[in-house]
């Protein structure tokens, strides 16, 4: 069911450095959590972009995530260990789920799962949901905010809008009337390369370091592959770590040695631009909750919060905004008894 409200999108900067990258599109909540719900509320909105709007920038994908014998006992192993079980609560929402049997398993991998998943090339998909908002009435505007009040006074009516949705992000951090202290940045930084891959790869850790990863997945419309990566938590650091960047391409060469001809290296991979993105991580969750916030004008405003989506923004997108959109219709419907 589609909704309609008479509203604006604001496009606020109110830290000194904010970035996006792509993130890994295909690993999945934990069972039982809040995100579990928003993911199965989202998949089939992807799952619908990816079969029937190209012009979108999503595509299927297979998908195989790996758990490494030598990450045994460690967190993020037993959290890849329910991701391989028979029951993993995705089966039934993704397709082509299963278990690879030993005789799959690369050397030093101890289990996997397989599944189709979808990538998106977000330089395109991001202009063309700007677009969609377009089409159905929304206007966008640019603002700096120091105070998240004063956002109900941008409203284009020149009346003050009855709530405000905040998805500003990292930027709760600072933005006056939220200053959420539970929000840090985690570091994520990719290569983006010509090369061609025809499956995503994850992998359970890494010998380079508790905060690096190895992730590979090729964007849809010719977006290039995407190699990473790491989650270093409260950095800041918004230029690339060349550093970094070499044992980037290296780990997955060695995991999809198919991406560059046979023989070659990390020589082989045609690089189009190295990439850092900050997630807006929170320690207690996505936060989709109402507000009433007190404004430096006296008065209050209504507020809807949207943030803290970690590395998850994309893949929980539509689960969230179901959400927020029930509990803004709550609002309003609580502002009309008054």
Sequence with gaps: MTRTFDGELLSARTVPYSAST????????????????YERNTWPELERLARDL????????????????????TDIANW???????DAWFKDVVPNFRILPKSE????????????????NTAIYLPWLASQCLKHGA???????????????????GKRADVV?????LSSLKLGGVEDKTLYPARGQIVLVRN???????VSGTDDGPDEATYLMHRAAGGGCVLGGCLQK????????????????????????????????????????????????????????????????????NVVHNYGHGGYGYQTSYGCSQATVKLVEETLQTRARL
């Design 234 to 301: 409260d950095n800041w650091e918004s230029q690339p770590d060349p550093n970094l960047a070499i044992r980037i391409m290296k780990r997955a060469v060695e995991l999809c040695p198919e991406i560059v001809p046979k023989g070659k290296g990390i020589e082989a991979l045609s690089v189009i631009r190295h990439g850092v993105g900050l997630r807006p991580m929170r320690h207690e969750g996505i936060r989709i909750e109402k507000d009433r916030v007190s404004g430096k004008d006296g008065g209050s405003v």
């Design 22 to 37: 792509d993130t890994e599109c295909y690993r999945v909540a934990k069972p039982g959590s809040p995100a579990e719900t």
């Design 80 to 86: 890849f260990a329910e991701l391989m079980r028979e």
């Design 105 to 120: 398993l690369p050397e030093g991998m101890d289990g996997a799962t397989a599944f189709t998943s979808v990538c998106m």
């Design 196 to 202: 061609d891959l025809n499956v995503m790869a994850s």
């Design 165 to 169: 949705v905040n998805c500003t992000g």
């Design 54 to 73: 190209p012009e979108a920038g999503v595509h299927f994908q297979d998908t195989v995530i790996y758990r490494r014998a030598k990450d045994a006992g």
């Design 139 to 157: 206007q966008i505007r640019r603002g700096v905010l120091a105070h998240i009040s004063e956002a109900a006074h941008l409203h284009h009516s």
